[in-house]
């Protein structure tokens, strides 16, 4: 199924087009022409995101549309007119490619609109249905309000169906805004005046929820034209988010305890009501529809999922300042490695072509951040191997150069190609495939994918390999915690002097 995703550049679309890729649909992703790509897959670009947007190119043979695109913030020049801002791309432009989408034959529309069309808080222990009674009054949600009102105007007229979708607040990895200030202040060791606040109540929810919701509302029967509301399942008050942000970090939580009375009145004294309100108050949701007419239950819970954003960023920090001096090498020495071993490559080239008629082996791989790349090799195996996991693999399907190229690794030189280009380092977990679930969850729960994959290190040089998984995420994640500059050089030379297993067949 072809899925187009607007604003595949933003923090949600980026996501939801890297978790479509691990599915059996085909994300397309949409982003103005000035952006450049990040994401190994189809690209569709348009000039502008408005009225009058031609998206004629851009749904062709589309059978699903989920429109991300939006506009949060109002720039100086806006500012004097911002309804008239924020409708010009919330709602018209949203109608503009609904109108079009409906006309060029797309089966299903789904809009990310967002829970302000409910209301800015919630009452105590009333939490917002689907169900609206009025009008928004913050201009952001009236916009995105007018859009679904249109959608479902057009949807009736045409033969596409909808879904509305309207999460509550959204983070995780590569969040910002308020979210990631409340980390970098928690982290800093900030006392902030918040500790308090313990009776509010807010419903959140992780970017993997809400990408998980999404993609299981593509072929849903249940989820045409309707609306839903998405959270984690579980609300936190205030304190409690930045205790579990504090657990996340490792870092003591140093918030303040002032009561919420206080910290509303001295908010109130310098005229930013609106701020005390949305410190103190509550904004709760209720997703018993979502679960049960679509059969979803949230994949992780907002505890464990802020958690982990927190402990993302904590090891972003370290890990950036760490090992600051990893790329300059990687660079140096795979620019040098190909120049020193080009006779090598073309040599190996050449008799790759007789061998099997095709001496580069090019496969998707896992990188960073769990985003795809091509990695390079030269080819071992026949051409109508499976693509399995090296452990998987037939230990017959390796040719003559094969076994010869995988005795020596030279099928891994190509790689250099890889850690020129940023994908990978010459240090690093070896990538994995992404139909490799089970080393992709352990991986991830150690936050191995937070660093660029590499051509060697701890676990190929200790024998370990992908067979098993979890002691494969620990050992990744221990070479990461403890890598240094010498390290660095002893598992490179370490290599290149025969040790290890490489990409072992059993």
């Known amino acids: 199924?072809?899925?187009?995703?607007?604003?595949?550049?933003?923090?949600?679309?980026?996501?939801?087009?890297?978790?479509?890729?691990?599915?059996s649909h085909k994300p397309i992703a949409c982003v103005r022409r000035s952006v450049k790509p990040v994401l190994d897959c189809e690209y569709r670009f348009i000039d502008k995101l408005d009225s009058t947007t031609d998206w004629h190119d851009a749904l062709?043979?589309?059978?699903?549309?989920?429109?991300?695109?939006?506009?949060?913030?109002?720039?100086?020049?806006?500012?004097?007119?911002p309804a008239s801002s924020l409708k010009e791309v919330n709602t018209l432009a949203t109608l503009n490619l609904a109108q079009q989408a409906a006309e060029a034959g797309v089966k299903r529309f789904i809009f990310l609109s967002?829970?302000?069309?409910?209301?800015?808080?919630s009452l105590p222990n009333q939490p917002f249905t689907p169900e609206v009674t009025q009008s928004p009054t913050d201009l952001y949600g009236l916009s995105k309000y007018e859009a679904e009102v249109g959608l479902q105007n057009i949807a009736n007229n045409s033969n596409m169906d909808y879904v509305i979708v309207r999460p509550t607040l959204v983070y995780g990895n590569k969040v910002k805004g308020n979210f990631r200030s409340l980390m970098k202040w928690t982290h800093k060791g900030i006392p902030l005046p918040l500790g308090g606040i313990n009776n509010n109540l807010r419903s959140l929810v992780s970017i993997n929820n809400l990408t998980d919701f999404i993609i299981s509302?593509?072929?849903?029967?249940?989820?045409?034209?309707?609306?839903?509301?998405?959270?984690?399942?579980?609300?936190?008050?205030?304190?409690?988010?930045?205790?579990?942000?504090?657990?996340?970090?490792g870092v003591k939580n140093r918030a303040l305890p002032i009561p919420p009375l206080l910290i509303k009145t001295a908010v109130?004294?310098?005229?930013?009501?609106?701020?005390?309100?949305?410190?103190?108050?509550?904004?709760?949701?209720?997703?018993?529809?979502?679960?049960?007419?679509?059969?979803?239950?949230?994949?992780i819970s907002t505890e464990?999922?802020?958690?982990?954003?927190?402990?993302h960023y904590a090891s972003s920090l370290f890990n950036s300042k760490k090992n600051s001096w990893q790329r300059p090498l990687d660079i140096t020495f795979s620019a040098a490695g190909l120049v020193a071993t080009s006779p090598l490559l073309i040599g190996t080239t050449i008799v790759g072509y007789f061998d099997t008629g095709s001496p580069l082996f090019i496969q998707e791989r896992v990188g960073k951040d769990k985003k795809p790349f091509k990695l390079v090799k030269f080819r071992t195996m026949s051409l109508d191997t499976a693509s399995v996991a090296s452990h998987l693999a037939d230990n017959s399907s390796i040719t003559k150069l094969g076994r010869i190229l995988?005795?020596?690794?030279?099928?891994?030189?190509?790689?250099?190609?890889?850690?020129?280009?940023?994908?990978?380092?010459?240090?690093?977990?070896?990538?994995?495939l992404f139909n490799q679930e089970e080393l992709i969850e352990a991986r991830g729960n150690q936050g191995v994918y937070d660093v660029l994959p590499g051509i060697t290190g701890l676990a190929q040089l200790s024998g370990i390999d992908m067979s098993t998984p979890d002691l494969l995420a620990k050992t990744d994640k221990e070479m990461i915690d403890s890598l240094?500059?010498?390290?660095y050089f002893s598992y490179i030379i370490r290599t290149a002097l025969g040790k290890g297993s490489g990409d072992a067949v059993k």
């Not at 099928?411 to 977990?429: F, R, T």
């Open 484 to 487: 240094t500059l010498q390290k």
């Open 268 to 299: 109130r004294l310098v005229g930013k009501e609106p701020i005390a309100q949305r410190l103190c108050g509550s904004l709760q949701v209720d997703i018993s529809k979502t679960k049960e007419a679509l059969n979803w239950q949230p994949k």
């Open 217 to 249: 509302s593509i072929d849903n029967p249940n989820a045409i034209n309707d609306v839903f509301l998405v959270s984690d399942g579980t609300d936190l008050s205030t304190s409690a988010l930045l205790n579990n942000i504090a657990i996340g970090l």
């Open 304 to 311: 464990e999922a802020v958690q982990q954003t927190a402990q």
């Open 114 to 121: 967002s829970i302000k069309v409910n209301g800015e808080y």
């Open 1 to 23: 199924m072809n899925i187009l995703v607007t604003g595949a550049n933003g923090f949600i679309g980026e996501a939801l087009v890297s978790s479509l890729l691990q599915t």
């Open 60 to 81: 062709k043979d589309i059978d699903v549309v989920i429109h991300c695109a939006a506009k949060a913030s109002i720039t100086k020049q806006e500012v004097n007119n």
């Open 406 to 432: 995988r005795k020596t690794k030279l099928d891994e030189l190509p790689q250099l190609i890889n850690v020129l280009k940023g994908e990978m380092s010459l240090v690093g977990p070896r990538p994995n």
